[in-house]
């Protein structure tokens, strides 16, 4: 997971501003879900998506959706390249992917909140 503070410089070197309340809230349940190994990629599930992009327009406005955009494609490590598409995820961060595939699926399916019944995604 790439850090706040490299997430901010991505955005002040796209967008001209740090937009850190953004990759606050994107990664905010991280630390919620972090292991005794420490960081769990699975966190990504419930914000990491176009409704958590739509969450943040909704909060602050389409420049700070823009900045959640570049957040998620440099977790998925696809911020390098502009033409991007998800068969270009690299391998070790395709389990995240499908993941979040599935859970959108569920979501779409259901209508309703977490599909783990756990965790509000926007809180």
Not at 15 to 29: E, P, Y
Not at 51 to 65: K, M, N, P, T
Not at 98 to 122: S, T, V
Request: aromatic share 8%; net charge neutral.
């Amino acid at each position: 997971m790439a850090s706040r503070k490299v997430h901010c410089k991505d955005c002040v070197e796209r967008l001209g501003k740090t937009f850190s309340r953004v990759h606050k809230w994107l990664d905010g349940l991280a630390l919620q879900m972090a292991t005794a190994d420490g960081f769990d990629p699975r966190h990504r599930i419930y914000r990491h998506h176009r409704e958590g992009v739509e969450h943040i327009r909704r909060l602050y406005g389409d420049r700070a959706a823009e900045a959640a955009e570049i957040h998620i494609m440099r977790d998925f490590g696809l911020l390098d390249n502009p033409n991007a598409t998800r068969n270009d995820i690299p391998p070790d961060k395709r389990g995240a992917a499908i993941l979040l595939a599935f859970w959108l699926e569920e979501q779409r399916m259901r209508h309703e909140g977490d599909p783990l019944g756990h965790i509000n995604p926007y809180e």
